[in-house]
């Protein structure tokens, strides 16, 4: 059950997760990582009342928060050492987008 989780359910939690984790809210990031934790205790065979941190500890794991944050970083780094990368502006657009939401927010 283990490998199942490493190979499917892992990967499709933390697609994409460098882009999108920075965008959540605290709030929002820990229903994803409950979900996670959930699965994982099922999967290994785990009472539900196991702690979050044991479970981790026993599966040599990263919480998922950790690993999606640290994931931003490497994907932050990439962008500045690399001239041509997609997300090399994305801190400059994003003010922009901002300013556009909130603009649009006051006027309706």
Not at 21 to 29: A, D, F, G, N, R
């Amino acid at each position: 059950m283990l490998r199942t989780f490493k190979a499917i359910i892992k990967p499709l939690a933390t697609y994409a997760g460098p882009a999108w984790h920075q965008l959540m809210s605290e709030t929002q990031k820990t229903k994803p990582e409950r979900q996670f934790v959930g699965v994982l205790k099922a999967c290994c065979g785990l009472t539900k009342d196991t702690p979050r941190q044991l479970v981790y500890q026993k599966m040599r794991m990263l919480p998922l928060s950790e690993e999606l944050k640290l994931g931003s970083e490497q994907l932050a780094i990439a962008a500045l050492r690399m001239p041509g990368h997609p997300t090399k502006d994305l801190n400059r657009r994003r003010p922009k987008e901002i300013e556009w939401k909130q603009a649009t927010h006051t006027a309706t």
